[in-house]
């Protein structure tokens, strides 16, 4: 069983070291994109346990890619998760995409840690059809003892298409400003976390890059199993969101497990990556400029 103590004992090798543990103060929060997830992947026992053993390294993990239209396949890689005794529960978005291979985001998150439900998420409306798959979006809040602020956030979860990197960028500040606004005018949120499989290096950003605050975790370090691109990232405004404790990295779950570049890449051609945050709510630096500056016709509602 891979799943078993003996291999969480060998510890988690990111590129930058050790992936903390969780603590009474922090809260890990991951993205993976596990490669054309479905019937598949969830069907080989050995794979789905080294998936679920991901996925239980982080308090909640923003999925792209799941691609099954038998919709237990979330489901069934749940069990896998939670085996041991843990309760994690999942969020799921509808099918999206322009071609017949449309794709479902994700969510799966840590419910003795985090309160959420599918009640607390929607799909961006994008009716000028302007990205290949739209994103989901989903709010959470963090369990803490009575008379501590709990950290509330929200995460935004998108998977650019890679022949449309291209046009899908250019426009991505739009995206984020457009959700951001969104949270802040109908849930007072000002944590938004864009998070997902960008296909592009932060050099290919654009617009994005120049949003006043912004920053990424993932900087100098490849994402891709095969350690040649940086693709996936998790990006927020500093100014607005303080909880972040200046931990992120790369999962190398080749190197945990101990296996073969081939073998890995069975599992996913991408690595999760991770930041970790403070559980309880911090005094933001700022006061969010989307409450004072409202753009009225953002199209991403």
């Known amino acids: 069983d891979v799943c078993s103590s003996d291999l969480n004992q060998k510890g988690l090798l990111a590129n930058n070291g050790v992936v903390p543990q969780r603590t009474q103060q922090t809260l890990l929060i991951a993205s993976f994109n596990i490669q054309t997830f479905g019937e598949k992947k969830v069907g080989d026992r050995p794979m789905a346990e080294r998936i679920a053993a991901n996925i239980r390294q982080f308090d909640v993990v923003a999925i792209q890619e799941v691609r099954a239209v038998d919709q237990t396949v979330i489901p069934r890689l749940l069990q896998y998760v939670n085996a041991q005794g843990a309760k994690y529960d999942y969020i799921f978005g509808p099918r999206v995409g322009r071609s017949h ?17 599918p009640q607390a998420s929607y799909t961006v409306e994008d009716s000028a059809d302007l990205l290949h798959r739209e994103p989901l979006v989903a709010r959470f809040v963090t369990r803490v003892p009575p008379g501590y602020p709990p950290f509330t956030f929200s995460l935004m979860n998108i998977h650019t298409d890679p022949d ?29 976390l864009m998070m997902g499989d960008l296909n592009c290096e932060p050099s290919r950003f654009g617009p994005l890059a120049q949003v006043p605050g912004i920053f990424w975790i993932i900087q100098n370090q490849p994402t891709n199993t095969r350690k040649t691109k940086l693709y996936d990232n998790i990006i927020f405004d500093t100014g607005l969101t303080s909880e972040f404790t200046g931990r992120g990295g790369v999962l190398d779950f080749a190197a945990w497990f101990g296996i073969s570049m081939d073998e890995a890449l069975t599992i996913s051609d991408h690595m999760p990556v991770w930041g970790e945050f403070s559980l309880l709510e911090r005094p933001s630096g700022a006061t969010p400029s989307v409450a004072n500056q409202p753009s009225g016709g953002v199209p991403f509602r």
Do not use: F
């Open 101 to 117: 291979s449309k794709e479902q985001y994700c969510y799966i998150y840590d419910t003795n840690r985090l309160i959420s439900s």
């Open 164 to 192: 449309e990197v291209k046009l899908e960028m250019p426009i991505m500040h739009t995206v984020l400003r457009g959700v951001r606004e969104y949270e802040w005018s109908t849930a007072g949120e000002d944590d938004v």
